[in-house]
Every structure is written in C-alpha cells, then in structure tokens.
C-alpha cells in the first residue's frame, strides 16, 4: 500500500503557500516515489503511446506527467497526493474521445489516464466495467454470454465520459439512456475515500453522476445492467448528393410520425473541402431484426443510394467496424450541438444554412484539408421509474425522444493554424441555428453534454433546478472544490 509521509505533505503544503510554480513537476515527483511505474513521464514510450492513443490530433496535449493507475487505491493514492499540492493542475482520462483540447488531457499539470483499469466482470444481471475500458472490451466480454449492454455504437469510444454524460445507444429509443442502466459508481471522492453511489446508498451521488460528469470524483468502476441480445439490423447508406432534401424529409417524417422504439440512428451530411464535394448518408439500427425496417423504412427508401452497408450482425461486431474507421487518419476534430423541437420545416431550413456557407469556410481554410459535418439524431427517453432520477431535467411525463432533435456540427482538419478559424465558425453555425429554431418557436434549451463545445454550457440546459442539486452535491462531497478548480477541463458547477 503507498502512503505518503506527513513529511511529504506538510512539504508540499509549505511549498503550495509559497508559489504554485514548478508544482507539477513535484507533483510528478511525489506521485513517481508512491505509484513507480504507474507514472509515466515525457519522451518514455509508454507516455508517447498514452499521448497516441488520443483520436483527436487536437487532444495530444503534454501534461507533466501521466498517471497510469491500475487499482481504485492507486486512484486514491493519487487523489489524496494532488489535493494536497492544491495548485496542481489534473485531468482525467477515459477513453479520451472528448473534442474538447483540454478536456481529458492537460498541458503543465498531471493526466490520471484511467486506461489500465479496464477489466470487464460479468455476473448475474451485471457488468462490472473498470472506468478505462472501452466500449468495444464490454461488448467483447458480455456478448459471448448472449448478453449486451446500453453503451456506445464505436467501439473505441470509452465508458467514462460516455456514461457520465449521458450515453445514447442501439437500444436507447426502447430503454432510455445508458446512464440509466448504471445499477452502481464505485468513485474515489476529493477526500481519497472510495465508495459506491447507488439508489440506496448515495442516491444524490447516484443521480448527479448521470450527466454531472468529472464534478464529484474519478469513477473507478461501473456496474452496468445486462439483458439477453442477439444480433440487430443495422449499417451506413451512402446516398447521392441530390438525395440530400429527401433524407431531410424522410427524418422530418420519421420523428413526426409514430414513434418506433426499435429505430435508432442518425443522418449526416459530410462536405469534403478537398474534393468539394457533398455526401449524405443514413447510420441507422433496427434491434428487433426480424420486423425490419420498421421506421427506419423511411430513410433506407430514399434514393438515389451510393453505397449500402446494412446487415444482420452482434453489436460488437458493428462497433468494431466502426472503430477502425474512426481510427484511420487521426486528424483534428471540433464540434457542438444545439437542440430543438421537430417540425415540418426545421431541418430542411438548418441544412441549407449550413450547405450554403459550409463551402465557403472550407474554402477559406483549404490548405487544411477540411472536411465538414451536419447530423441530427434523437434523444433517448427519461427514466420514468422516478426513483432512479438523472440529471437531465426532463420529467417522466416529457416524451423528448418523440419530439426533439439534437444536432452535431462537425469540423475535421489537420493544420493546427486554422484552429480558431474553424472554432469561430462553429460558434456562427450555432448562433444562426439557435436564431432559426427560436424563430420557428422550436428551440429547446438542452444540449447534449457529451457532443457541447467548450463555449457552450450543458449543465445551464439541465435547467436552474437540477443545477442547484449537482452544486449542492458538489459541496457536500467535494467541500473544497478540487474537482471544480484543480480538474480544469470539462464542464463545471462554479
Ligand atoms: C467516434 C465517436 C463516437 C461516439 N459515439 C457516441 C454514441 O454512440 N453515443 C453517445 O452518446 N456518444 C457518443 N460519442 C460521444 C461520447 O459519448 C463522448 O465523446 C464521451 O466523452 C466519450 O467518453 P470517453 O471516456 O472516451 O471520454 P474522455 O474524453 O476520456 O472523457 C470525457 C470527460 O469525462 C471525464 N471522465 C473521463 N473518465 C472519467 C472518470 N473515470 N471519472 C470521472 N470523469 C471522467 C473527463 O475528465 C472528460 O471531461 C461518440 C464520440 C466519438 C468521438
């Protein structure tokens, strides 16, 4: 077991008082002599792979050192260490696919990379998922059983930030959010102690850890319901460029019409600024393969098509697909989101904003090999069971997964340089949606957390109400905030 001394601690107190310079070096330090060859320092290779295996081009920042923890003790360990140093700047990291640069990495401060805590338990009705994992280790151990979970449709894509911020899945339009399947957060609080969060233990906790994110604590493990799951229906289509409108009308006509609690997915429009050119597609699920395609109808109908990858296949099979083509060419990649009721013209009026001007950012900013996306997609329903709350602020009686639409705007580049100029166009692009769904009357004033810019605020939309229970919770489980000033990045309380 690694204690640190009263010698080391009053130490590092004296020293926090004099000056915060060269903390994290003394911090990388301390935390070198208790966790060894947990902690990764620069050049080694291990820090170069940690550093690596970000997606985003844009999320390789270089801490001072990396903190590679392998048990909730050692999380601990690191907790206590980093609180006592005060001034020392810390990230945490799950599976590090947050676009936001500074998120889940930190330059001149420590990053506890969570990815060596990735074991995957499977017991009866549960998964015990360490918080490193990835989504693709999950499906990996729990789909031999005949077994699946509500979590990510790419595989690369880590349970952490996904399941604190909410978690849209395959099965989301029946079953609700991910977050809501979590039976139990086993978390490591500021004060280094690791306890559970549940519906008996910790309910507040419990609920604020479903959409509050990295406020309250690293979280150590997840306990994730299971249910029996056999293969899904699902896949891309590729559609023609003119097909644009009809997909647009054939989404507008799928979320108005009745509502089919087997139909998941999204439609994207992709502009490449190098080939300027426009490719509509469909990502579409069914689960319930054998009444296919169910509403999904709609969009697969449309034509005239380029490419069709629907198939009959496990979930972790689709998720793993997706995961090598996430990973091709790691490039930069920004984006945020806006929300808004649906309605015969909503979506058709957004597109052609975005089809108009897209161009002509891509344009601007061309010697970095731009490309540019617009995606709409639903919500999943609330928990209806109002004991098991989450952070959401919408109420059991609210239906958002019939009525409302988030959508994602995407820029993915490779030269650094042209950073702010696509962050100010991002910025534009919210703006004159946000202009447009108000003057239809349709703007809703939540955002999806896990798809916000670092400019917006999420946890504002959960509304004023649910805002004032996640702060409480902050104070009463993190009285000296080292979770809202020591944990810069992500989306905070204060
Ligand atoms: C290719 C791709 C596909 C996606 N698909 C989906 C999808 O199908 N459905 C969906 O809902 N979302 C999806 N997302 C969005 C996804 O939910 C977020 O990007 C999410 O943040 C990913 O989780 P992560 O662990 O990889 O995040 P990270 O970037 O590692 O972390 C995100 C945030 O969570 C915090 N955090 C991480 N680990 C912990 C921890 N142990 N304790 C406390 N806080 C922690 C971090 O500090 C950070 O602020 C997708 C994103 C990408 C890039």
Same mark, same amino acid.
């Given at each position: ?169 395959? %099965? ?238 995407? %820029? ?83």
């Amino acid at each position: 077991m690694h204690l640190l001394t009263s010698h080391h601690l009053s130490w590092i107190i004296f020293s926090t008082v004099a000056t915060c310079k060269g903390f994290p070096t003394l911090a990388c330090n301390l935390l070198s002599s208790v966790l060894s060859t947990s902690v990764l320092l620069p050049e080694s290779e291990a820090y170069n792979a940690s550093i690596t295996s970000y997606p985003f081009l844009n999320l390789r920042l270089h801490p001072t050192c990396i903190v590679r923890p392998k048990t909730a003790q050692d999380v601990s360990t690191a907790v206590n260490l980093l609180r006592g140093t005060e001034c020392t700047k810390f990230a945490i990291r799950g599976g590090g696919h947050n676009a936001n640069a500074g998120f889940n990495n930190v330059e001149d401060g420590v990053t506890i990379d969570m990815q060596s805590i990735n074991a995957v338990e499977v017991g009866k009705g549960v998964a015990r998922v360490g918080a490193g994992a990835l989504w693709q280790d999950v499906y990996d151990a729990v789909e031999p059983h005949n077994l699946t979970v509500l979590g990510g449709r790419i595989g690369a894509v880590g349970v952490a930030g996904f399941l604190t911020g909410g978690g849209i899945s395959f %099965f989301s339009p029946e079953r609700g959010w991910a977050c809501d399947a979590v039976l139990n957060f086993e978390i490591v609080l500021a004060s280094g102690e690791i306890v559970n969060a549940n519906a008996t233990s910790r309910p507040d906790l419990f609920a604020a850890l479903k959409g509050g994110q990295n406020n309250f604590g690293v979280v150590t493990r997840f306990d994730l319901k299971t249910f029996p799951h056999g293969p899904i229906w699902g896949g891309k289509i590729g559609f023609a460029p003119e097909a644009d409108a009809a997909l647009n009308s054939a989404y507008t006509k799928f979320k108005m019409e009745k509502y089919d609690p087997y139909a998941a997915g999204w439609i994207t429009h992709r502009y490449n600024g190098s080939t300027k050119t426009f490719a509509p597609s469909s990502t579409l699920w069914y689960t319930r393969p054998e009444l296919k395609p169910g509403a999904l109808g709609l969009m697969t109908g449309v034509g005239p098509r380029v490419m069709n990858g629907m198939q009959t296949a496990y979930a972790g099979e689709m998720t793993r697909n997706y995961s090598r083509i996430v990973r091709a060419v790691p490039r930069r990649t920004i984006w945020a989101t806006t929300t808004f009721h649906i309605s015969p013209t909503i979506l058709h009026r957004i597109h052609a904003v975005w089809k108009e001007i897209v161009p002509k950012v891509c344009e601007t900013y061309a010697y970095a090999s731009p490309a540019a996306e617009l995606t709409f997609q639903s919500l999943p329903p609330p928990p209806r069971n109002q004991s098991h709350p989450n952070s959401f602020g919408f109420a059991p009686s609210e239906a958002p997964e019939r009525d409302l639409v988030f959508l994602q705007v995407v %820029f993915i580049f490779m030269d650094a340089s042209a950073t702010t100029g696509f962050e100010n166009a991002l910025k534009e692009f919210i703006k004159m949606f946000e202009d447009l769904t108000e003057e239809e009357g349709v703007r809703h004033k939540y955002l999806y957390l896990n798809f916000a810019a670092k400019f917006q605020d999420p946890l504002a939309g959960y509304g004023e109400e649910r805002m004032e229970r996640l702060r409480k919770v902050a104070r009463k489980y993190d009285p000296n905030g080292v979770f809202q000033k020591q944990v810069v990045g992500g989306f905070k309380l204060f």
